[in-house]
């Protein structure tokens, strides 16, 4: 509560006014801007998002908010958001009035989305004796131990309560219910030390709002059980990454879901609205493909997409088979009932009866597989906050539904707009294994988006097309997309550059007295691979152009200390465990083996 003096009668009073709940003012000098605000123009303005609802928690009320610079300027990542929302429900309800709900521009659109949560569990003891966690999140350096992940036995196993993990996880559930936060689905990972929530599924700002609340949960709770969380994509070398699957669907604002065939069609007495709407997010993913990849350009991103755990940087859609199918036909000029095969399954035991399955399968290599009702973008990254992933396919699809209806407007069919459309990104449909090279050939040879290096795909956000489409979409102005491309390269460079310090600070510190301490091991090198390093820092420091910058950075990440940390692990592979300073793998991703 907020206090004030009477001068009059001597008394401290409370002030509470319920103004300072819709609008505030802040200095907001010190926030990444990416250009778009100076120390001399430095006022930060917050207003309420009224559409993620307040809560309280602890003697502190959480009010969602914008924040915005003094000249209106978005400096934070739910204004852009809120504004793609209203663009995607604005062309959205007029395209479905095309297509026969005549009551959907009173009804509206809305972007629903569920975010499952991955992250790891280790001993807070432990990871007090690794600098590269405490600064970076991740391991810079480490040998991985003879057991991992090989034996596929974490995935799904009991929370055993030999180890801190369960109570953790039970009391994360707790805390965040007493918020309204339901996170209903707790398990373990494919990693040893590896766990995942899930929530119910809900408005995007709201999911939004919660998932940053619960992660910040995570931490606070890990550390009374005696354990460090970690939310980085990839922790560890040789063992899965973490992600944040963003699972996202569209509806009417009276609940209507636009991606199944049966609602949409009955709401809008046309048995092709479906596969109308299919056609326009079809073609959204093909042509803005880079965007989608922009979004996920998280720094942990690099290590984890297309490592066989995560799909490959490479944009593409699966959709099963029956629905390709229905798809195909449909632009073949055949506009017969979606009629999925939805199968059964008889084991062949008697107390077991049979039991239908869906039509489609998990297509885990798929960055954006279609699901039932809604699409899956497995490419996300852990450590994000997922409002530009949702600020992107709401933008996306914006400016599709509204193309649409353009050209409807000028006297051409729905289901003939529909039709070229598929014709023409047809080739953004793949059902395949993600993984494997050959495919990958294949889908880069068909013109898809493919764009491996994060600092490349970051860039996307000052090209032409780019800047054309969130401009018209009201979404960002060109001045704020590129302060985000600057922010963004200066967090990847940054980044790096922590990443750097702290590998040379554990050599010095750490690596080269073990070595000595032993008698043994690859002294030269180790002093060798700090002098490269230190050498690499130097150059980036005195490089000016962000961009430049960041590429500079993604080399020596990616390429320099890839190969000059099988030094460091060459080393702690021969020196005495008594004698080894860090901790090792095996201590920090084993809760019960030590």
Not at 201 to 210: A, E, K, L
Not at 329 to 354: E, M, Q, R
Not at 401 to 409: G, K, L, N
Not at 580 to 587: D, E, G, I, V
């Amino acid at each position: 509560m907020m206090l004030k003096f009477n001068n009059k009668t001597n008394k401290v009073e409370y002030d509470f006014k319920g103004k300072d709940l819709v609008q505030g003012e802040t200095d907001g000098s010190s926030f990444p801007n990416g250009g778009l605000r100076a120390t001399h123009t430095a006022a930060g303005y917050l207003a309420i998002d009224t559409s993620s609802p307040v809560f309280l928690r602890g003697d502190t009320i959480f009010i969602p908010s914008i924040f915005v610079s003094y000249y209106g300027k978005a400096l934070d990542e739910k204004t852009p958001l809120l504004r793609a929302n209203d663009a995607m429900s604005t062309h959205g309800a007029r395209f479905l009035k095309h297509l026969g709900m005549e009551d959907a521009i009173e009804h509206g659109l809305k972007a629903n989305i569920g975010l499952e949560q991955e992250l790891f569990l280790i001993s807070r003891e432990q990871f007090f004796r690794r600098p590269d966690l405490q600064f970076c999140g991740r391991t810079v350096m480490g040998r991985v131990p003879p057991r991992d992940q090989e034996m596929c036995d974490h995935y799904m196993g009991a929370l055993s309560t030999a180890t801190p993990a369960l109570a953790c996880m039970k009391e994360i559930q707790d805390e965040c219910f007493k918020m309204g936060i339901p996170l209903k689905t707790r398990h373990r990972e494919v990693a040893p030390g590896q766990f995942e929530f899930a929530p119910e599924y809900g408005v995007n700002t709201v999911q939004i709002d919660q998932n940053l609340t619960v992660m910040q949960v995570i931490e606070e709770v890990a550390a009374k059980h005696g354990l460090a969380a970690l939310l980085q994509e990839k922790p560890f070398d040789g063992i899965n990454g973490s992600g944040k699957h963003n699972n996202w669907s569209i509806a009417t604002g009276n609940d209507i879901p636009l991606f199944l065939p049966g609602p949409i069609n009955k709401a809008t007495n046309n048995p092709v609205a479906f596969p109308i709407i299919m056609a326009a997010v079809v073609a959204a993913i093909d042509e803005h493909g880079d965007l989608m990849r922009m979004s996920i350009a998280s720094p942990g991103n690099d290590f984890r997409l297309g490592a066989m755990e995560a799909p490959p940087a490479i944009v593409s859609t699966y959709l099963g088979a029956d629905m390709t199918n229905y798809l195909k036909a449909f632009k073949d000029g055949d506009s017969k009932a979606y009629l999925p095969d939805t199968g059964s399954i008889d084991i062949g035991v008697k107390h077991i009866p049979a039991f239908n399955i869906p039509s489609e399968d998990r297509n885990r290599t798929s960055p954006f597989p279609y699901g039932g009702a809604r699409f899956e973008f497995r490419a996300v990254g852990s450590s994000q906050n997922c409002s530009m992933v949702n600020t992107v396919l709401n933008t996306i699809c914006a400016a599709k539904f509204a193309e649409f209806s353009d050209r409807i407007e000028a006297g051409e069919t729905a289901v003939d707009i529909a039709k070229e459309a598929l014709n023409k990104h047809w080739k953004v449909i793949f059902n395949g294994n993600g993984y494997d090279l050959e495919s990958q050939a294949m889908l880069t040879k068909s013109g898809v988006w493919r764009i491996d290096s994060g600092v490349e795909a970051i860039k996307c956000l000052g090209s032409e097309k780019n800047l054309a489409l969130f401009d018209k979409m009201g979404v960002m102005a060109k001045d704020e997309m590129l302060a985000r491309e600057v922010s963004l390269h200066d967090h990847y460079t940054g980044t790096v550059v922590m990443e750097a310090g702290s590998f040379c600070d554990m050599v010095n510190r750490h690596v080269i007295p073990s070595v000595k301490a032993a008698g043994q091991g690859p002294l030269a090198g180790l002093v060798d691979a700090v002098k490269i390093i230190t050498k690499a820092q130097e150059v980036i420091h005195d490089t000016e152009n962000h961009y430049e910058k960041a590429c500079l950075a993604r080399v020596l990440r990616l390429e320099t200390m890839v190969e000059l940390r099988k030094v460091c692990d060459a080393a702690e592979e021969i020196v005495p465990a008594d004698l080894w300073t860090l901790a090792s793998y095996k201590q920090l991703l084993f809760l019960d083996s030590h």
